[in-house]
């Protein structure tokens, strides 16, 4: 099975309820039933006007949301509206209603806050990344995320959302009011859940031949990062560097993970930021059971979609997944929003002039109907 693409699935969320439809969706045994499928309007209460903060081009913003959900349900499609050029991405994460109370505490006044880095609340750390999934996340040329017929991702009654905007102010600094449609039905047996897994590299990219600079220098590159998103963020590229082998600089990352989930793959994404040049991911490399899952040969920063498999590929607990990236870094010095700014050691970082080097991966429990 090889994909070729872009990348990604993305999107956010706020709050009203709007009428619902009845539409036919297929069983995941086959069989088709009518489901009412509702659809929920999120949007910001007011517009918010993005600033970066310690000197940075960025700003990380966190809304909490609350779409009233008082049944059980599978989200069966969605769609980000970012409504200004400088939303760099956005994220819509699940707050479980026994983490609701501690969302609460966190938004002050109802204004949100300040949210770099991988999970979804303040001062909640890594550990509690997976308690607070993914519901579906949007960047640049994403339109309408589908999830795969019969499949849905879980939205469970009395949770809250939170709504993670990236902005990148090398694109503007204007008030911004976001929106998101979400699109609902009960849970059912005709609804599998299908479940995102992230696989992440850790960028490793020295500054071109004959250009130089202070942040050319490794060190010095990460100290200006922890400076922008606090110690957390060069602590976190340290953590992927050594799970991923300390792999050497260069142009060109690559680790190898475990499946998150055991299933049926249904859909694939890659994301890099504005120097990412290609990313693949390949199942059971140099085995002969060896698969390449996506082949994204001339990653496009502003057409980013998620592809969906024409042909599910199964995937085990003791599989391997090897994902790489390539980069080109004399981009820095061509695109307009990154020559302005100063030469650097390209690493992971939450800015839009850092990288970023990571695979989604869309897997459901059973092979898909007609699949």
């Known amino acids: 099975m090889l994909i070729r693409r872009r990348f990604a699935t993305l999107a956010l969320g706020f709050g ?26 999120l949007k910001q209460a007011k517009p918010y006007t993005p600033a970066a903060p310690n000197g940075g081009t960025d700003d990380y913003h966190c809304s909490l949301v609350n779409p009233n959900i008082k049944t059980s349900s599978y989200i069966v499609s969605a769609q980000f509206f970012p409504n200004s050029p400088e939303v760099h991405h956005a994220i819509l994460f699940l707050i479980p209603p026994n983490m609701v109370a501690a969302a609460k505490k966190a938004n002050v006044g109802g204004k949100g806050w300040t ?3 991988e999970t979804a609340l303040p001062g909640s750390g890594l550990a509690q990344l997976g308690q607070t999934p993914w519901l579906t996340a949007w960047a640049p040329g994403h339109g ?19 709504m993670q905007v990236h902005y990148n102010m090398l694109r503007g600094d204007k008030p911004v009011t976001s929106s998101l449609h979400l699109n609902t039905v ?22 071109p031949t004959g250009v130089t600079g202070p942040l050319c220098d490794r060190a010095a590159s990460l100290a200006d990062l922890s400076k922008r998103f606090g ?46 040049h290609a990313l693949s991911m390949v199942l059971n490399p140099g085995t002969p059971d060896e698969t390449t899952i996506l082949d994204d040969a001339n990653y496009n920063f502003d057409d980013q979609k998620a592809i969906a498999l024409k042909h599910p590929v199964k995937i085990n ?11 080109d870094p004399t981009l820095r010095q061509k695109l307009p929003q990154l020559r302005s700014q ?10 839009s002039s850092d990288e970023m080097c990571l695979g989604l991966i869309m897997t459901v429990p059973k092979k898909p109907a007609n699949a």
């Open 16 to 41: 009203v309820l709007l009428p619902s439809l009845a539409v036919t969706l297929p069983e995941a045994g086959g069989a088709t039933t009518a489901l009412k499928v509702t659809t929920h309007t």
């Open 115 to 117: 949210c770099f880095g």
């Open 144 to 162: 309408k995320d589908v999830h795969t017929k019969g499949a849905g991702t879980l939205l469970p009654a009395g949770s809250m959302v939170v």
């Open 186 to 207: 009960p849970v059912t047996k005709a609804i599998q859940p299908e479940t995102l897994g992230q696989y992440v590299a850790p960028p490793n990219v020295p500054c």
């Open 231 to 276: 110690p957390s963020a060069a602590m976190f590229d340290s953590a992927i560097q050594a799970i991923c082998g300390n792999p050497p600089s260069g142009v060109t990352t690559t680790c190898t993970w475990k499946p998150r989930q055991a299933g049926w793959i249904v859909r694939v994404a890659p994301h890099m930021h504005l120097t990412g």
């Open 317 to 327: 607990s003791g599989d391997t997944i090897k994902l790489t990236c390539t980069y």
């Open 342 to 351: 100063a030469p650097r050691f390209i690493t992971w970082g939450d800015g």
